[in-house]
């Protein structure tokens, strides 16, 4: 039997005792991903099977499990599980993270678990505790999907235990081995005769047809790239603008042929679900693609509609790629979640994260997640329109707002250019102006400069190794950069702006004269003994110290 299991999970073993889950777990995984409750016993108590200590142990279980899925480590719990609350904060730990809790139930014959006990030391309890261990777990069987697991295997007998086979699948959003070079291109909203200019700029060939005979309504242009560069679409496609099928049609057909990866968006989204058949909102652009669809021929309307709705059904909410340094997705991706996959981690890529407010626009006041961005991968994403793409944190927004009248922009990675093509008219007034006269104010300094004139106390607080050009990496230890903040809080100035450290902050030795913490003497001399020949003095002004 052949279990499928997502890279990024959490296997949580469902057994009772003595049904074989050390053995299984270790079996199949590696000694470092399995966590056992039994191991955990014997790190606070010294004894495995102090029941007394189950507390204590879980805690440091469900601590360690906390730890490794962080850092995108599969993880194996080894313990009972038969019952739904001791499944549920487990399926907590899972999602928190967004890994897929996966339930693998070895549900053996009462018998067999007791007579393995029997031969065991320390596991001389009576058949009661094996009988309630076993009934437990049959009556969690049917429900376990519904508890929240994403995969659920039973095996029934030794023979299906035995014939196990692992399969341990990337998610569809790691395509780490695609190195580029990429040309990105932001929200195109049905903007293809900008899009074309774009490609033809960008160096792209077009093909007349697509290679597959049978293409259907797909039969339109697609480009390559003579250098084999990809060209990837960060979704909205569609909606508002003139040439939305053509759109997708070109972005399609770049994709079957290779030559292209696209991200969904939030737009996609809404119309695949009205193409299902669900009941949405017909505005925001919605309605030009509808009519598009409904000036189709009667032959090919329906049969295309299915296309259509396969084509973006197929769309992965985010990739990473080139060994992990880049990631893009339609409305950015913070770090917790870049290459993880779960409904938390989609939503983010197609809406991005919002406060609940809405602003005098009527629209969605977002939260500034590339401004706490921390990460080292590069994110490139649309969404939200901006006059000119801006770099934060490692972090780039390209759409600027063709369709509203701004420009289609493209980044070229690795080399980080951008190019861009002027809208050739607005096809669509925005709800708010695409250059806000407000934020004009702040034009003159860059939005890395605006952020970065607030010092973020999470960003100098703790130990620190920090990577510089000139002496690699320099750690600062935690009550070092205490005491820094401590003295630099003295001052009304943001200290990373300083160039130099103010003379105050050189201490000299401790004066020998009586009465004295301080005296010119002894700081000229320290001073000298370290070299230096010149020093200015002046009245400083008065410090208080508290
Ligand atoms: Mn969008």
């Known amino acids: 039997m052949k279990l499928t299991i997502p890279e990024l999970s959490l296997i949580i073993l469902v057994g009772a005792t003595g049904s074989g889950k050390s053995t299984f777990a ?12 039994d191991f955990c016993r014997s790190l606070v108590s010294d004894d495995e099977n102090n029941q007394a200590a189950t507390n204590d142990a879980f805690d440091v279980l469900h601590y360690i499990a906390s730890k490794r899925l962080s850092a995108g480590k ?3 719990i080894d313990a009972t599980n038969v ?10 730990i899972a999602r928190q993270y967004h890994f897929f809790p996966v339930a693998i139930a070895l549900n053996l014959p009462e018998e067999i678990c007791h007579a393995r006990n029997q031969n065991r030391p320390n596991r001389q309890f009576g058949s009661h505790v094996v009988r309630r261990h076993t009934q437990a777990l049959r009556r969690s069987l049917r429900g376990l999907q519904r508890e929240g ?7 029934n007998s030794l023979e299906d235990i035995e014939a196990v086979e692992i399969e341990r699948q990337p998610l569809w959003n790691n395509r780490k081995y695609e190195c580029g070079p990429f040309d990105i291109i932001g929200d195109i909203h049905g903007c293809c005769d900008e899009l074309e200019v774009l490609l033809g700029k960008l160096g792209y060939l077009y093909k007349d047809t697509v290679q597959n005979a049978d293409a259907g309504f797909w039969n339109f242009p697609t480009y390559y790239h003579p250098e084999g560069r990809k060209a990837v679409f960060l979704g909205d496609l569609v909606d508002r603008g003139t040439r939305i099928l053509d759109t997708v049609k070109l972005v399609h057909n770049m994709v079957v042929t290779g030559t292209g990866i696209c991200v969904p968006g939030n737009h996609e989204n809404k119309l695949l679900r009205k193409l299902r058949g669900k009941n949405v909102k017909i505005n925001h652009g919605l309605e030009q693609t509808l009519a598009e669809i409904a000036a189709l021929p009667d032959g090919i309307r329906e049969p295309f509609t299915k296309e259509l709705g396969k084509f ?19 409305a950015g991706m ?7 996959g779960s409904g938390a981690v989609r939503e983010f890529a197609l809406y991005g994260e919002s406060t609940g407010e809405i602003d005098e626009f009527g629209l969605p006041v977002r939260f500034n997640w590339a401004g ?25 927004d390209i759409d600027t707002g063709c369709v509203f009248g701004g420009k289609l922009t493209a980044l070229r990675y690795p080399e980080k250019e951008l190019v861009s093509v002027p809208a050739a008219k607005v096809y669509c007034e925005p709800v708010k102006p695409l250059d806000d006269c407000r934020d004009a104010i702040y034009r003159v300094s860059t939005a890395q400069q605006q952020l970065d004139d607030v010092l973020h106390i999470e960003d100098v607080l703790g130990k620190r190794i920090i990577n510089t050009r000139l002496q690699n990496n320099i750690t600062i230890r935690e009550e070092n950069a205490i005491a820094a903040l401590e003295v630099m809080s003295r001052f009304a100035a943001n200290p990373k702006w300083l160039i130099y450290l103010p003379p105050t902050m050189s201490p000299v030795e401790t004066s020998l004269l009586t009465g004295y913490l301080e005296h010119p003497q002894q700081a000229f001399n320290y001073y000298q ?8 003095c002046g009245k400083s002004p008065k410090i208080e110290f508290p």
Do not use: C
Not at 334 to 340: A, D, H, V
């Open 334 to 340: 913070k770090q917790e979640m870049q290459g993880r």
């Open 26 to 37: 270790n079996k199949y995984f590696q000694s470092t991903e399995i966590l056992s409750s």
């Open 312 to 330: 973006l059904d197929t769309l992965i909410s985010h990739y990473v790629l080139d060994g992990g340094q880049l990631v893009v997705a339609h």
């Open 74 to 76: 599969l993880t194996v």
């Open 149 to 155: 697991f994403r995969y659920v295997y039973i095996l």
């Open 83 to 92: 019952q739904p609350e001791d499944r549920r904060e487990l399926i907590a």
């Open 372 to 396: 706490e961005y921390r990460g080292e991968a590069m994110v490139v994403y649309g969404h939200t329109p901006v006059p000119e793409a801006e770099w934060l944190n490692n972090t780039i």
């Open 529 to 536: 003994n370290q070299g230096i020949t010149e020093v200015v």
